[in-house]
């Protein structure tokens, strides 16, 4: 029977958008850096400070995250804010921290890119990118961390069709990076008791339409502190190949 929903133009040999017209695909495993890999039977933590403040905060971060058993430390240097009056972030400085201290506590690094100028300046820094909610549509930046050939944690739009979040993975793999990792963080809602609402849905749908592993941040979609460690659990318990957790040392 034909799907109603279908629209061709998304359609590619990267991907199959239709649900039980053939056997989900097996997640394929892939390093994210030495030594660690996704998709396989662990689970891997990402954690850390929204944004890199000093170098003193995101020490304590990153000791607190790595004791934790987190194996990826996340910091964002180039902060999107939803006011231009909120702090943006500390840039290059920023990445220079994070760069030092994820060698200094022997963690892998992963970060926000927000600009296709500014991937190759990221890359001397981050061993994995970060494509955030805003920039999912992004199709010169996706082209740009495409190219580059490092890890891209792609978060889903807010306001994103599952084709379309899948859309834009393809972007990136047609220009020869197959190391995309999926990020459901949270789609917007009616509901204001929390800052979005989490597709816990999408997890395994997403499992039975590419081959790509598929990660959940329960901070961004939870908006609050205390149900994160629930939203986590359900997220695992639906088949989630990893969490990027926020953390603060001072929150």
């Given at each position: 029977?034909?799907?109603?929903?279908?629209?061709?133009?998304?359609?590619?040999?990267?991907?199959?958008?239709?649900?039980?017209?053939?056997?989900?695909?097996?997640?394929?495993?892939?390093?994210?850096?030495?030594?660690?890999?996704?998709?396989?039977?662990a689970i891997v933590v990402m954690a850390g400070p929204c944004s890199v403040e000093s170098e003193a905060q995101l020490r304590a971060a990153a000791r607190a995250?790595?004791?934790?058993?987190?194996?990826?430390?996340?910091?964002?240097?180039?902060?999107p804010r939803?006011?231009?009056?909120?702090?943006?972030?500390?840039?290059?400085?920023?990445l220079k921290i994070l760069r030092a201290v994820g060698d200094?506590?022997?963690?892998?690094?992963?970060?926000?890119?927000?600009?296709?100028?500014?991937?190759?300046?990221?890359?001397q820094y981050a061993d994995i990118f970060?494509?955030?909610?805003?920039?999912?549509?992004?199709?010169?930046?996706?082209?740009a961390v495409g190219e580059s050939g490092k890890p891209v944690v792609l978060k889903r739009g807010y306001a994103a069709r599952l084709e379309e979040w899948l859309g834009a993975a393809d972007h990136i793999r047609s220009r020869g990076n197959?190391?995309?990792?999926?990020?459901?963080?949270?789609?917007?809602?009616?509901?204001?008791?929390?800052?979005?609402?989490?597709?816990?849905?999408?997890?395994?749908?997403m499992h039975r339409l590419c081959d790509l592993p598929?990660?959940?941040?329960?901070s961004h979609a939870a908006g609050r502190s205390d149900i994160v460690a629930e939203i986590s659990r359900a997220?695992?318990?639906?088949?989630a190949d990893g969490l990027l957790i926020e953390m603060h040392p001072n929150p």
């Open positions: 029977m034909e799907n109603p929903d279908f629209d061709p133009e998304l359609d590619s040999d990267l991907i199959r958008w239709e649900i039980g017209h053939a056997k989900p695909p097996a997640t394929r495993p892939f390093a994210l850096a030495p030594g660690l890999t996704i998709g396989g039977a995250a790595k004791e934790a058993g987190a194996s990826v430390l996340r910091g964002g240097a180039f902060k939803t006011s231009p009056h909120s702090f943006q972030g500390l840039g290059v400085d920023g200094e506590v022997g963690l892998p690094v992963i970060t926000e890119v927000i600009a296709h100028t500014d991937v190759d300046l990221v890359a970060q494509i955030g909610t805003r920039n999912m549509h992004n199709t010169p930046l996706l082209h197959e190391r995309v990792v999926l990020c459901e963080r949270g789609v917007r809602g009616l509901e204001t008791v929390t800052r979005y609402t989490l597709d816990i849905n999408a997890v395994p749908a598929v990660i959940v941040d329960p997220a695992v318990a639906a088949g």
